[in-house]
């Protein structure tokens, strides 16, 4: 069974600063990964989605990275503003069949501190 | 281009009561999934519909059911609700499997 696991669960960082959120998962045969944002109360929103053959997708200061073989994916945010405060969350899709959900993490919730 | 749209926004039921959640997918997505969200358990898979076609269920009771009209909307039922049924429902649209998921901005139902 596919699990997903997100470390930290919180983390405060100054404003500026170049942070890195982890995100692993058990299983390395998935068909690709997406990262969300979520705030508050609110639905979640797609930053970036990478596929199973990519080893890194960007948008702005967002940039993913994918190392299937070790069960890994990371979200570099550079140069943290105020407003990048949200829960982060990943979540795997285990194959294209249809016949699978989304498995999500619990989410690391930032703050970025003015 | 529209998002997926969820209505309503806020619900607040009793218990034992029965409750219906919308949900509008993008233009001509045509699969739509959806999940519950608690502070304990984070976010757990539903049910997703493919033209009119349940293909997937989470494990959850029968008490939660779900069904897709021939537009692609698609609407859950939760019958006799209980307190832990407290949740943020959030529906996902696709144009198929493998090419990301849109979210909607929930519906927070809460049962008193």
Redesign the interface.
Known sequence: KQEVTQIPAALSVPEGENLVLNCSFTDSAI??L?W?RQDP??????LL?I?SSQREQTSGRLNASLDKSSGRSTLYIAASQPGDSATY?C?V?I?????????????TRLSVIA | KAG?T?TPRYLIKTRGQQVTLSCSPISGHRSV?W?QQTPGQ??Q?LF?Y?SETQ??K?NFPGRFSGRQFSNSRSEMNVSTLELGDSA?Y?C?SSL???V???????T?LTVV
């Open positions: 068909y690709n997406q969300f109360g609110k639905g979640l929103t797609s989605l596929q969350l979540a899709l194959s294209n069949s249809g016949n699978t959900p989304l498995v999500f993490g619990k989410g | 997926v969820q999934s999940y984070g976010l898979f997703e493919f293909r997937n989470g943020l959030l996902a198929g499997q493998g990301g998921y849109t979210f909607g901005s929930g927070r």
